[in-house]
């Protein structure tokens, strides 16, 4: 038998270029809906707890940070449920849920680590969070996350230095230029382009 070689049409060629574009909407929204969802998860968070503190008596304002426990969950449980709708994976989606797994993993190291001093728990986290976030823009080629990984290293030493009273702001104003104006400039991109 001989083997013998399809040459694909022009037309085919379009079409799996095509394909593998759409392919890479799907995956830039989903990356869109992760950092709306954190975003919003963790800015209503950090001011629920800043006001808690600021204005009431609550001697324990720090437990509404124990909803970022259901939120991983369901940012787990939307990330397995459209990769399994995806056909195919691509390296750079692999290295991707990657980082963000990492830095999952390095989060509940730290917060187990300062168990005893969360107080002073704000500017390793935004440290932390700088990380996945500047590299993902990398990877999805995506200047204004690449921009919110800096705003968050940029915020820690703010946070480090500005001292009880202003550093729990140093949360959500990191989390708006890191996560939020990203996610929604990524969102209004993948829907600009399916018009």
């Known amino acids: 038998m001989e083997n013998e070689e399809k040459m694909m049409t022009g037309e085919e060629s379009l079409k799996i270029i095509t394909e593998m574009i759409n392919r890479t909407k799907v995956n830039i929204n989903q990356g869109s809906f992760h950092l709306l969802f954190w975003g919003w998860l963790l800015t209503v968070c950090s001011l629920s707890a800043w006001l808690l503190a600021k204005y009431t008596g609550y001697s324990h304002p720090y437990f509404v940070w124990f909803l970022v426990i259901p939120g991983s969950f369901v940012s787990m449980i939307y990330g397995f449920v459209n990769g399994r709708k995806a056909k195919v994976h691509t390296y750079a989606e692999m290295l991707y849920m990657w980082t963000w797994i990492g830095f999952l993993f390095a989060a509940i190291v730290l917060f187990i680590v300062q168990a005893k001093s969360m107080q002073t728990v704000t500017p390793y986290i935004l440290l932390l969070a700088g990380f996945p976030t500047f590299l993902s823009g990398f990877i999805i080629k995506f200047k204004p996350l690449i921009i919110g990984g800096i705003c968050f290293w940029i915020m820690a030493l703010l946070v480090n230095f500005a001292g009880p ?3 729990p702001l ?6 708006l230029i890191g996560y939020l104006i990203p996610g929604y400039m990524l969102k209004t991109r993948v829907n600009h382009d399916t018009i």
């Open 170 to 175: 140093g949360t959500p104003i990191a989390v």
């Open 165 to 167: 009273s202003l550093a």
